[in-house]
T-cell receptor, first 113, second 116 residues
Framework: KQEVTQIPAALSVPEGENLVLNCSFTDSAIYNLQWFRQDPGKGLTSLLLIQSSQREQTSGRLNASLDKSSGRSTLYIAASQPGDSATYLCAVPRMDSSYKLIFGSGTRLLVRP | GAVVSQHPSWVICKSGTSVKIECRSLDFQATTMFWYRQFPKQSLMLMATSNEGSKATYEQGVEKDKFLINHASLTLSTLTVTSAHPEDSSFYIC????????????FGSGTRLTVV
């Protein structure tokens, strides 16, 4: 059964710092991996989607990498800003039903001014 | 982009009453809608998957008689928490796939349910 883990659970950094969020999964046979952002008391916003054949995806200050063989993905945030404060979740599709997602528990990020 | 409107954003109800949560896809047809539950500082747990015009598929351990899901049209899915109890208090989020974007998931803004 696929399990998705995110480390650290919480992170507090000063504004301007570059940071890395980690996501690991137990079954490397994934179709893709997605990163989402969740603001407090809100739904999720899709940030990046990496297909299984890709190594990384970039969007603005965000860069996500995928290493299927080691069961890991990282989300790199450059020059962090207070507006980046949120919970970041990664998710992979279930193998028994590829349109159903399994989410990690998330990393709560606080960027201090 | 695709938008899913979820209402209400928060609701407080008395124990034993029922609460209905609505999710509407505003600019696309959502043939499939997903309903999640999220406890504080925890991840999203899939409760059920609804397909327009057919019965919902519930995940293991989810009581289908307590969490009634209706997906009567391509733009509206509802989740009704029946005979709510304090342990049903949680954050409920819906999500839909826009088939114009094969892998795209759009999430509602969530509903905070508090049962007193």
């Amino acid at each position: 059964k696929q399990e998705v883990t995110q480390i650290p659970a919480a992170l507090s950094v000063p504004e301007g710092e570059n940071l890395v969020l980690n996501c690991s999964f137990t079954d490397s046979a994934i179709y893709n991996l997605q990163w989402f952002r969740q603001d407090p008391g809100k739904g999720l916003t899709s940030l990046l989607l990496i297909q299984s054949s890709q190594r990384e995806q970039t969007s603005g200050r965000l860069n996500a990498s995928l290493d299927k063989s080691s069961g890991r993905s990282t989300l790199y945030i450059a020059a962090s800003q207070p507006g980046d404060s949120a919970t970041y979740l990664c998710a992979v599709p279930r193998m028994d039903s590829s349109y159903k997602l399994i989410f990690g528990s998330g990393t709560r990020l606080l960027v201090r001014p | 982009g695709a938008v899913v409107s979820q209402h209400p954003s928060w609701v407080i109800c008395k124990s034993g009453t029922s609460v209905k949560i609505e999710c509407r896809s505003l600019d696309f047809q959502a043939t499939t809608m997903f309903w999640y539950r999220q406890f504080p500082k925890q991840s999203l747990m899939l409760m059920a998957t609804s397909n327009e015009g057919s019965k919902a598929t519930y995940e293991q351990g989810v009581e289908k008689d307590k969490f009634l899901i209706n997906h009567a049209s391509l733009t509206l899915s509802t989740l009704t928490v029946t005979s709510a109890h304090p342990e049903d208090s949680s954050f409920y989020i819906c999500s839909a796939r826009d088939l114009r974007d094969n892998y795209g998931y759009t999430f509602g803004s969530g509903t905070r349910l508090t049962v007193v």
